[in-house]
């Protein structure tokens, strides 16, 4: 929903600011003066493409800014900001930041609909229908529909495993020779995962077993040997302990001493056992020096590590098995296929029934509709047509579209064939009174949709719009008394010569309220502000 937009140098406009209402707003003013370019500004606050000509003359830069509520965005709406240059260089920001023209459509774009004779409509597009349709009927084809996207994931997801299959088989068939060379050189070793980093931390001891024994026995000699530092320990604290009592700091001493030679011992101890635990084997020695050369000529052709060495194996087993039992395989792979087509034929064949259970009830409504906006017993049809398998999407297998009948006994045929600009607006404005709240475009800003309309017409237009009002926010460009006095905002779009000494004119967009809204629907109804008239406007906003 549009908040507020405010508008700089666009086209004759110099400044101008609208608050629409959450209902409906209508635009008022003579022809040429200015309307399409308010049109202009929400076309760029929606992210289409801008035309520096739009500058007004004189001017650097056109710049349009709105707030705008975006359902399941910020609570507080999204600050939207796009300026133009004279020069065509365009800048967009959202919330202060820097956006893409892109990004602007993709968000603020999607909410709002500009619908007027010579825009692009949704309506227009072919591949909106089905959306629409699946909108307003929401409740009984979504589970249907929910399910044929699932099962086309599986179909698709099973379609490339095929292919993956097949391709595997194909490449092992050519290079089963090489990976059965590669699964036989590995086996031949068989190495396992772990096994390099075991024999590295063992290899270094057993190699120099006689070192480290001779070590070890050195290290415990000196401590606890003949004169080695126990005894000289023992006698130290045998010193301390006979001149103590001379002086009782000496304890501490002797404490600390007689803990340092428990450790001593405990370090002794520890040292044969270290000795003890040695197993100098040199055939076992060999054998491990034998197998760490066998890993190491691995690595250097299959490497450079233990992991790549059995990452090839593995993938030269896949070959050899795959070349082995590739019918297999193959054959698997296409019953998985084949059970994801029919699983997904079923789930096509659902959502079909539930759209054509739905598709005529959705015309109906709508044909109602236009009914009531006078179009001449005009009616809408859906049309469904069964796409080859290889056009399937995740909207269905088949293709909707809409169908315009100007007269009864006239030949159906697509809607943005046949229809006028005009029908188009008015089909358009019927489909969104019939969607209501399922329609996730929140704001239609609705051009010229009164143009040619008149008398009854006029009024069951106007009628239309109020009803759409209230599930919408509607924005209307109108001529039509009948359709302003329907509105909950009016402003009035008025051109006057410049003045700023520049002679150009200038377009200005004001509210009207009390006197002043009278006075404009008098002018729309007889171009004149006549006490008839004028007496004619009060009663219709009275009655309205």
């Given at each position: ?461 106007a009628n239309v719009l109020a009803e759409l009002a209230r599930t919408h926010q509607v924005i209307v460009v109108t001529h039509l008394a009948q359709v302003a006095v329907k509105a909950s905002t009016h402003y009035l779009v008025r051109k006057s010569a410049g003045d700023t000494g520049d002679g150009i004119p200038q377009t200005t967009i004001e509210p ?33």
């Amino acid at each position: 929903m549009i908040d507020e937009l405010r508008v700089e140098n666009v086209a004759l406009i110099r400044e101008a600011t609208i608050r629409p209402a959450s209902g409906m707003t209508v635009l008022t003013g003579e022809t040429g003066a200015g309307k399409s370019a308010l049109l202009s500004s929400v076309k760029l606050l929606m992210g289409e493409r801008a035309d520096a000509g739009a500058v007004r003359e004189g001017a650097d830069a056109l710049v349009v800014e709105g707030r705008v509520f975006v359902d399941g965005a910020d609570p507080d709406g999204v600050i939207v900001r796009r300026r133009v240059g004279a020069d065509g260089r365009g800048r967009v920001s959202i919330d202060g930041r820097m956006a893409s023209v892109r990004e602007l459509a993709n968000g603020v774009g999607a909410a709002i609909d500009l619908c007027g004779q010579h825009e692009h409509q949704r309506l227009l597009s072919q591949g909106s229908h089905v959306h629409l349709l699946d909108a307003w009927a929401q409740e009984d084809i979504a589970p249907a529909l929910d399910a044929y996207k699932e099962a086309l994931r599986d179909a698709r997801s099973a379609a490339k495993e095929l292919d993956r299959v097949r391709e595997t088989c194909r490449a092992a068939a050519e290079r089963k020779d090489e990976a059965t060379f590669v699964l036989g050189r590995i086996d031949e070793v068989n190495p396992s995962a772990g096994e390099l980093e075991e024999i590295e931390a063992m290899l270094p001891k057993a190699e120099h077993a006689e070192t480290l024994i001779r070590a070890a026995m050195s290290a415990r000699d000196a401590l606890v040997g003949d004169s080695g530092v126990t005894d000289l320990m023992v006698d130290a604290i045998d010193e301390i302990r006979s001149a103590r009592r001379f002086d009782g700091e000496l304890n501490a001493f002797v404490a600390t001493l007689e803990s340092a030679l428990i450790d001593i011992e405990d370090v002794a101890g520890e040292l044969r056992s270290y000795r003890d635990a040695i197993d100098f084997d040199p055939v076992q020695l060999d054998e491990m020096q034998g197998r760490m050369a066998q890993l190491r000529g691995l690595m250097r052709t299959y490497g450079p590590s233990m992991e790549d060495v059995l990452a090839r194996r593995e993938q030269a087993e896949q070959i050899v098995r795959a070349a082995d039992h590739g019918d297999e395989l193959l054959k698997a792979a296409q019953a998985a296929r084949d059970s994801a087509e029919r699983s997904l034929a079923a789930a096509a064949d659902a959502v079909d029934a539930a759209r054509r259970a739905c598709a005529p009830r959705f015309a109906h409504a709508v044909t109602q509709q236009m009914a009531l906006l006078e179009m001449g017993g005009a009616e809408l049809e859906v049309s469904m047509e069964r796409l080859p398998r290889t056009q399937w999407t995740a909207d269905g297998p088949s293709r909707v579209e809409f169908l315009y009948r100007p007269a009864q006994g006239m030949l159906a045929r697509p809607l943005r064939k046949i229809a006028s600009g005009g029908e188009v607006s008015r089909v358009m404005l019927a489909c969104k009174v019939v969607l209501g709240d399922a329609d996730a475009t929140e704001t239609l800003v609705f051009d010229e949709v009164d143009a040619g309309v008149g008398g009854a017409t006029a009024l069951a237009l106007a009628n239309v719009l109020a009803e759409l009002a209230r599930t919408h926010q509607v924005i209307v460009v109108t001529h039509l008394a009948q359709v302003a006095v329907k509105a909950s905002t009016h402003y009035l779009v008025r051109k006057s010569a410049g003045d700023t000494g520049d002679g150009i004119p200038q377009t200005t967009i004001e509210p009207l309220e009390g006197d002043a809204r009278v006075v404009e629907i008098a002018r729309m109804l007889s171009g004149d502000e006549s006490e008839t008239s004028m007496a004619h406007a009060r009663e219709m906003l009275d009655r309205a």
